[in-house]
């Protein structure tokens, strides 16, 4: 299995970007995706997950600007990110999910993580 992260950048704060993760070489369909996020000196953690439903959780940091979506058809997963902030600085991985989001717990089999997209979100 294979994750390729692309669509990060720099912006200032206020901004927009658009993430894509394409999975391949694993089915795409049935499972939950996530995105997380790793800081400066910090843990990579959760921020979204969609379900195979298409139901979407957040990190409350991030509720109301950011949107998680899929096309099963293209085994992607994106990630919009409006009225970005300095804090949003991290590198961007999708994969699926396993973790602690807010009071939920996931458990999924972690698929090699990919390289990540870099989002750099200026003052």
């Excluded at 999975?23 to 499972?31: L, P, R």
């Excluded at 996020?37 to 409350?60: C, F, K, M, T």
Aim: charged share 20%; aromatic share 8%.
């Amino acid at each position: 299995a294979q994750l390729v992260e692309s669509g990060g950048g720099l912006v200032q704060a206020g901004g927009s970007l658009r993430l894509s993760c394409v999975v391949s070489g694993t089915i795409f369909s049935s499972h939950a995706m996530a995105w997380y996020r790793q800081g400066p000196g910090r843990e990579r953690d959760l921020v979204a997950v969609i379900r195979d439903s298409g139901n979407a959780s957040y990190e409350d940091s991030v509720k109301g600007r950011f949107t998680i979506s899929r096309d099963d058809a293209k085994s992607t997963v994106y990630l919009q990110m409006s009225n970005l902030k300095p804090e949003d600085t991290a590198i961007y991985y999708c994969n699926r999910p396993r973790g602690r989001l807010g009071s939920m717990r996931f458990a999924a089999e972690i698929i090699p993580w990919g390289q990540g997209t870099q989002v750099t979100v200026s003052s």
